[in-house]
């Protein structure tokens, strides 16, 4: 062999070795790029599936996960999902619980002024519930999170509810569990203190205890304190809960999505609450409109003053000298009445007048104080039986609007903007009141508001 | 005079210098395909991101009442708190609503109510970044002012709500 053919040998298989590992490499890594997209498809997809459910209230099982058989991560940075690499915000708020294979439902809550809607995304699982005493407020507390738990009847995904009893599962439906309904149905025959929980639990199992007072354990338990309200213990961690939701949280991603759903609760609540205290605001020029109707009431009600004074009671004086004694003593009676009730009743709807005329073009400027002083103006008018104005259903809406729900909307706006106080107890008695003060305000608005 | 086997050889190198030319140029050529399919998607994703808010926007009780009509007591108490709604629905967007009417713009405000006819959302923070942008006729609840002694009249007005998306 001259050298030249061993050197083309050599140089061929050099050029070969060269060729095909950077086509390897690039292929390779062309694979990779495609597998990571599919992650970020499937991100995307559910994202896009969970914004679905929000706006059709329809739920859907959501399968991607397991096609591509990774999970996501909830990820309370965002807040989002993580998989890998690629993060992806949610863009409706969505109680997020790790599984291949996911239920998603939408939900809302309803704080009786206001209803914040949001989707719950669960595998398949068994809730384990621990009653560790037999009180009203432990079975209470039970009953409302099972309550408002997604049914699950038509998705593939169910999430099952149990007794833990030490080792031992109780339920009507047998050890699998029952469905939502089922579980509900059978509660009040389960009554009773239970031993804590010491199975084994499985992949699918999600421990929760349930007492007045919470043993020192890892699980979560839930901790009532009233009808609704209470605290969520987990090991170091602790925080308040004032609604089902809150344990929903807790239960399907921990003391992270706990946080997430106030925040995402309390930003919506934050800004219903300043709106509608800025709506009571806007139709306030038309109270000058209304100021109208004060001067045409003076006006009125000085007529018929001066219709009495000039005319009723000479009148009056008139027919008492043809009459005889017993008629002359009614007529006197009349014209006293006329003098010590009636009369000073119209001067005194008069003062109130000009009172309410005076506030009304004060509220149209600047509202404020000014306001409530028109409020205790209008109220005073009723009181003394005045004469109501053409356009009072229109006042008394524009009062009840600012002087009544805008404080507790204003209230409420003060403690949603500062939500973080409310994963301490600090604000929540504070929240508790103005959300119930709102609520009673709302319901009084839709009757006096035309 | 070159002898066979240096001929021989610079046309394998020739080949070999082609064939890397064709690897490279290949991967250049997919490289450019994947950004174009990169910038395709990411046109897409905004495209899906409009029509999301939109629905959303078009259904949300903060600004409807019920029935998915616009409020124009609510589109008014919002008013310039663009932070607070983008808390709720994300950032990177605006939205303009103009009621047809065949009259000139009249922007709305607190003391105008009865007779404006355009509301904007959040569009002091659009700085001319790429736009995605959408039209659609919408209703609106337009109050018109105290004309009876029970209450303000309301009409249903035929507007066109533009919402711009960006990055």
């Known amino acids: ?450 | 005079m070159k002898s066979k086997g240096q001929i021989e050889i610079t046309e394998l190198l020739l080949i070999t210098l082609f064939v890397v030319a064709i690897l490279v140029a290949a991967m250049f050529f997919f490289a450019g395909f994947q950004k174009w399919q990169f910038d395709a998607e990411k046109d897409k994703e905004r495209v899906i991101r409009a029509v999301g808010l939109m629905k959303r926007l078009t259904d949300s009780p903060l600004l409807n009442d019920e029935n998915s009509m616009f409020s124009d007591k609510k589109l008014l108490a919002i008013g310039r708190d663009c932070k607070s709604l983008q808390d709720v629905f994300g950032r990177g967007w605006f939205m303009e609503i103009r009621i047809l009417d065949s009259r000139e713009s009249v922007e709305c405000g607190k003391g105008n109510y009865d007779s404006c006819n355009y509301y904007s959302l959040c569009k002091d923070l659009y700085n001319s970044q790429q736009l995605t942008a959408f039209d659609l006729p919408v209703n609106v609840k337009k109050s018109i002012g105290n004309q009876s002694n029970d209450a303000i009249f309301t009409y249903s007005a035929i507007a066109k709500m533009k919402l711009g998306v960006y990055d």
């Open chain 1, 1 to 450: 062999m001259e050298s030249y053919q061993l050197f083309k040998i050599i140089l061929g298989i050099i050029a070969s070795v060269l060729i095909l590992g950077f086509v390897f490499l690039y292929i390779s890594g062309y694979s990779a790029t495609q597998q990571e997209f599919r992650k970020v498809k499937a991100l995307k997809s559910f994202i896009s599936a969970s914004e679905g459910a929000y706006l059709t209230g329809n739920g859907m099982d959501f399968d991607d996960f397991e096609k591509i058989k990774e999970t996501a991560a909830f990820d309370p940075s965002a807040p989002g999902l993580r998989m890998g690499n690629f993060q992806e915000p949610f863009v409706v708020p969505v109680l997020y619980s790790e599984g291949p294979g996911l239920a998603i439902a939408s939900n809302e809550l309803d704080f009786g002024w206001w209803k914040v809607r949001y989707v719950t995304a669960l595998p398949e699982m068994r809730i384990l519930l621990n009653p560790l005493d037999n009180t009203d407020g432990t079975w209470g507390a039970m009953e409302m999170f099972v309550s408002n738990m997604t049914s699950g009847i038509n998705s593939r995904h169910k999430v099952a509810f149990a007794i833990c009893d030490d080792r031992d599962i109780v339920s009507p439906c047998g050890p699998g569990g029952c469905q939502k309904d089922d579980f509900l149905a059978g509660l009040a025959s389960l009554k009773k203190a239970y031993g804590e929980c010491q199975m084994r639990l499985d992949e699918r199992d999600r421990l929760v205890m349930v007492s007045v007072a919470c043993p020192e354990t890892e699980a979560l338990c839930i901790s009532p304190s009233s009808a609704s309200s209470g605290r969520l213990v987990q090991g170091e961690k602790s925080a308040p809960y004032r609604d089902a939701v809150d344990i929903i949280a807790a239960v399907a991603g921990g003391f992270d999505a706990y946080e997430y759903k106030n925040k995402a609760f309390f930003q919506e609540l934050g800004l219903a609450s300043m709106m509608l205290a800025n709506s009571s605001l806007i139709f306030s020029k038309e109270l000058r409109i209304i100021g109208n109707d004060t001067a045409f009431a003076m006006d009125s009600a000085s007529k018929d003053l001066d219709r009495i004074e000039s005319r009723l009671i000479p009148s009056l004086e008139e027919q008492k000298k043809s009459l005889p004694e017993e008629g002359k003593k009614t007529i006197e009676s009349e014209i006293e009445k006329l003098k010590t009730v009636e009369m000073p009743r119209i001067r005194q709807c008069i003062s109130l007048y000009r009172r309410l005329n005076e506030t009304i073009a004060e509220a149209s400027e600047k509202a404020g104080s000014a306001m409530d002083r028109l409020g205790r103006a209008n109220s005073a008018l009723a009181e003394a039986g005045c004469a109501r104005l053409p356009k009072q259903r229109q006042l008394d809406c524009i009062i009840e609007g600012y002087a009544g729900y805008r404080p507790s909307l204003l209230a409420l706006h003060a403690v949603a903007e500062n939500y973080k106080g409310l994963m301490t107890d600090d604000l929540s008695g504070m929240f508790a009141r103005a959300n119930s003060d709102a609520a009673s305000r709302a319901e009084r608005l839709k009757e006096v508001c035309p």
